[in-house]
């Protein structure tokens, strides 16, 4: 499945940002999808995740009830909701797609979107 993430932008602290990854091919709803986020100089590090049928949704204890991931099958879109934003949380926030289960890992995902660039301001 390949993969397109938009909606990152810049939004001050405490403001909310809607990001989407829209996927190409027919084996969407096949896949596990996860976002994923790295600020310069660190790691990628997980943020959400969410099972095929949307049923049950992983979440970073750093953005539990902050965040909610969300997806359509029916669009082959998946969504990332997010609220109360911090300067921290600057980043480039990637989507990703495992048709081999849930991870928090990133080497579990074997699709990956380009990014979208988020920027917090203080």
């Known amino acids: 499945v390949q993969l397109q993430a938009s909606g990152g932008g810049l939004v001050q602290a405490g403001g909310s940002l809607r990001l989407s990854c829209a996927a190409s091919?027919?084996?969407?709803?096949?896949?596990?999808m996860g976002w994923f986020r790295q600020a310069p100089g660190k790691e990628r590090e997980f943020v959400a995740a969410?099972?095929?049928?949307?049923?049950?949704?992983y979440y970073a204890d750093s953005v539990k009830g902050r965040f909610t991931i969300s997806r359509d099958n029916a669009m082959n879109t998946v969504y990332l909701q997010m609220n109360s934003l911090k300067a921290e949380e600057t980043a480039v926030y990637y989507c990703?797609?495992?048709?081999?289960?849930?991870?928090?890992?990133?080497?579990?995902?074997?699709?990956w979107g380009q990014g979208t660039q988020v920027t917090v301001s203080s």
């Open positions: 990703a797609g495992s048709a081999k289960g849930l991870s928090r890992d990133s080497r579990w995902y074997e699709s």
């Open positions: 969410i099972t095929w049928s949307g049923s049950s949704t």
């Open positions: 091919g027919r084996t969407f709803s096949k896949y596990i």
